[in-house]
């Protein structure tokens, strides 16, 4: 008998025995083409010499100190990676153990540089329906996951959702993109007028929407309208990169695609590539300047903060994806897969939609194609293909709620930097068998 609390109380997972590029093995000897990197973590693939080097060196020389006490070397070098490659004026990096962490700080710290500039009545978060930014009460309270939310909503803060940027659901007829993208990101204007402009403080978003909506970016214009908003109001811009960042989407930082700056980016996931817990929040030297000159001291913390190993492997991570040209295999792999899927699944009547950017890739499943029906939700569609997937050796990351919190089924593809043309096929064929197999059980 386990002692481990499992993520689901009834379900009898395998034992995961080793790890090798693009795939991973159970005790059994079964193999696994990872193809969403676990939630999009594996940006490297499993088993990397020079990752695991940096790792062993490190531990050798000091595996902890109290950052209480000292700064580390692993942490300066990663901090200095970072801020040469970032957009805009970021500059500072806060380094914790993980994306929900990473949320959490952007939320402590936007509060306290209000504080620090006199302006304490800024206190509330806008952020959107039909996202996700951790699981510790801010992130959860400032996501607009339904599913997450409603257990804990009594424990929560007050936070008010605008309207996704959702064009394969809300593009109405005969409305152009760029008049779609001003329309749903004038809802923040709305939103911060109702709630008081002297009263707002933030508005966070991701760049690209991750496991609630299943990789949908922004249509073209649509941040930059919010951008405009934001300096408009004097509110901060929060951008949460903890999925779709250090090179998912084909850029280190997502919202370079966008051509915007952000006040505060979060990162994880790809930062350690699972290789070590690792998570990041940077801010911009304005913010920073604040709390060095006035306050001296951010009132938050954890532990485990610029932890030296963690920081040596994601220094290392971040060093692979900017030397082997990984991020120019991102936009190739990505459009390759894209293809693939398109190609295998565009007449498919229960396929509503393939979307994404580099190799963060949505589809979204439907009961017709044609009204863009979905499936009832009492059929659980997919957790159906997780199973299906799992067990014809093909990881992925489906979601139920993909529209409002209950409606709506998509599959996250993510898979690692690395994957190969012969790999890219494997992972359609597996999908395809994956579906017809759902199909089948629903009769």
């Known amino acids: 008998m386990s002692h481990v609390f499992p993520r689901f109380a009834n379900q009898n997972s395998p034992t995961v025995a080793r790890g090798q590029g693009c795939y991973l093995y159970d005790t059994n000897g079964k193999e696994y083409l990872d193809g969403s990197g676990g939630a999009a973590v594996s940006c490297l693939g499993h088993g990397d010499a020079e990752v695991n080097a940096a790792i062993e060196a490190q531990l050798k020389a000091v595996a902890f100190a109290h950052t209480g006490f000292f700064t580390n070397q692993p942490a300066e070098q990663l901090a200095d990676l970072l801020v040469e490659h970032a957009p805009g004026n970021l500059d500072r990096v806060y380094f914790v153990s993980g994306g929900s962490e990473a949320v959490e700080a952007s939320i402590k710290l936007a509060r306290q540089y209000f504080l620090e500039i006199g302006q304490p009545n800024r206190r509330k978060v806008i952020a959107r329906l039909q996202s996700y930014h951790g699981n510790t009460l801010g992130a959860l309270a400032a996501g607009g996951n339904l599913l997450r939310r409603e257990p804990f909503a009594p424990l929560m803060i007050d936070t008010s959702h605008i309207s996704p940027c959702y064009p394969y659901r809300g593009l109405k007829e005969g409305e152009s993109e760029l008049e779609y993208g001003h329309r749903v990101a004038d809802e923040l204007e709305t939103e911060i007028l109702r709630l008081g402009a002297d009263q707002v403080m933030a508005f966070m978003a991701e760049p690209v929407v991750g496991a609630t909506m299943g990789a949908v970016p922004a249509v073209e214009g649509y941040f930059k309208r919010i951008r405009e908003i934001c300096d408009r109001y004097g509110i901060l811009l929060i951008l949460d990169e903890v999925m779709c960042g250090m090179g998912r989407t084909g850029h280190l930082f997502s919202h370079e695609k966008d051509d915007i700056n952000a006040d505060i980016v979060t990162i994880a996931k790809g930062l350690g590539a699972g290789y070590q817990p690792i998570g990041a929040m940077i801010c911009t030297e304005q913010i920073y300047s604040a709390v060095e000159q006035g306050s001296g001291f951010f009132q938050h913390g954890h532990t485990y903060v610029g932890h030296p190993v963690a920081c040596a492997a994601g ?53 017709d194609k044609e009204d863009k029906s979905t499936f009832d939700s009492s059929l659980s569609v997919h957790k159906r293909f997780k199973k299906m997937a799992f067990e014809a050796g093909l990881i992925c990351y489906p979601m139920g709620g993909t529209i409002d919190g209950r409606q709506g089924d998509h599959v996250l593809l993510a898979p690692p930097f690395i994957i190969s043309d012969d790999q890219i096929d494997e992972l359609v064929d597996k999908f395809s068998i994956s579906m017809q197999s759902v199909m089948a059980s629903l009769g």
Do not use: C, T
Not at 329 to 334: L, R
Not at 340 to 346: C, E, N, S, Y
């Open 315 to 367: 220094r290392a991570v971040v060093q692979a994806i900017l030397n082997r040209g990984l991020l120019n295999n991102v936009n190739e792999q990505g459009k390759k897969l894209q293809r693939a899927l398109h190609g295998k699944f565009d007449e498919h009547p229960h396929i509503g939609d393939i979307r994404g950017r580099g190799l963060f890739v949505g589809v979204e499943l439907v009961r």
